[in-house]
């Protein structure tokens, strides 16, 4: 009997080792998966770099590489924007709107009004944080999808900043914001944009690791019933996603009117495409509850090193549209594999433990 029980203790006590070992391997293949995107992404610039560096004249030069470090910066930041509202299992159609509201004001309070730049950038800030969370109020009052809601305010900004601005055009004469957008950071081929996407990349990073809005952001992302059912109060986290969105696009209008410099409100007619592209490319899943601040970057840095890379080598402007949609599908078709990959995975790997969450989406 005591050898008996004596063994028994041995076997119990060992069992936890396979169970650590599981949960260890298991881990690993979670990090991998969650820098898969990162790892092609690094990939695919540098097939894409190389091609064209091959194929196109002037490709790596100083100032083609310049001039994809601004677009870069600007469409990572509003990937980032995007990805505020996604994560929480909603999207912004309006970025480029916001964007047209924020620059017919920054225009105005420079050029017309003749306010002090640092007082501009607040106004500007909240101008774009109030239109994004008047999106928002709109959908939690009347229920209605985010995809309705911002269609129909994407056409309201729009056409308010034009009668705003009555079609003006403003010419911006600010040096810093010049030296902003048009001058160099430790290298001729480098513009400070850069520095400006990095910082809000981090600044991205650190709320969804380190600061609980992002947790809970994320866990309304991926499950919005079980967590109200926690505790969270799920329309200030909404809220938040869409000022946070908000705030991102008034970053994006700074940086693009310190490289174009003479602005109007047509400014951000054009921005839906890559904000989509550089979140879905870059590891946000469509369904919510996971971002990537890495992939933004990557992502936003090989579509606009895909456009210079074609524009390069004389492809007319008309074909250039075609690989970009395919770019987003292809992202869209990445996301839906990724997700599939993970739930035929996790039940093999966590064999014993509790199943898995629903799939939000599934579960609606």
């Known amino acids: 009997m005591a050898a008996g029980a004596a063994i028994e203790g041995q076997i119990d006590a060992a069992a936890p080792i396979p169970r650590l070992l599981t949960n260890a391997v298991e881990r690993v293949r979670e990090g991998l998966g969650t820098q898969t ?25 100083s100032y083609n590489l310049y001039s994809i470090g601004q677009l870069a910066a600007r469409d990572a930041v509003l990937g980032m924007a995007q990805a505020m509202l996604i994560v929480v299992a909603r999207m912004n159609l309006a970025v480029g709107s916001i964007g047209a509201v924020c620059t017919s004001m920054l225009g105005y309070l420079l050029v017309s009004a003749g306010v002090p ?28 999808s985010s995809f309705i809601v911002t269609l129909a305010f994407l056409s309201a900004y729009a056409g308010g900043a034009l009668l705003f601005t009555g079609g003006q055009q403003y010419q911006i004469n600010s040096s810093l914001i010049t030296r902003l957008g048009n001058g160099t950071l430790f290298s001729s081929a480098i513009c400070p944009l850069v520095a400006v996407a ?37 329309s200030r986290v909404v809220l938040a996603a869409y ?49 990537s601040v890495t992939g933004i970057l990557l992502a936003a840095l090989f579509f606009d090193s895909l456009q210079s890379g074609l ?45 898995p969450e629903p799939d939000p989406v599934a579960a609606q």
């Open 37 to 61: 995107s990162a790892i092609g992404l690094i990939f695919l610039i540098t097939i894409t770099w190389t091609a064209f560096g091959i194929a196109g004249s002037g490709f790596l030069g």
């Open 243 to 291: 000022a946070l969105s908000g705030l991102l696009c008034a970053v994006a209008t700074v940086m693009n009117a310190s490289y174009e410099l003479n602005v109007n409100a047509g400014f951000g007619s054009d921005w839906l495409l890559p904000s989509f592209i550089a979140a879905v490319l870059g590891g946000v899943a469509l369904t919510g509850g996971e971002i």
């Open 311 to 355: 524009t390069i080598i004389n492809v007319p402007s008309y074909w250039i549209e075609l690989p970009e949609g395919l770019v987003l599908l292809v992202a869209v078709l990445l996301d839906r594999a990724r997700r599939a990959r993970r739930r035929t995975m996790r039940p093999r790997s966590l064999a014993g433990t509790p199943a």
């Open 198 to 234: 990095v910082v809000c990349g981090v600044v991205c990073w650190l709320l969804y690791n380190r600061n609980s809005l992002g947790w809970k952001m994320l866990a309304v992302g991926a499950n919005e019933r079980a967590a109200r059912a926690s505790g969270v109060n799920v």
């Open 117 to 144: 730049l640092w007082l501009a950038f607040l106004l500007v800030a909240a101008v774009g944080v109030l239109a994004a969370l008047l999106m928002g109020a709109v959908e939690l009052m009347t229920g209605l």
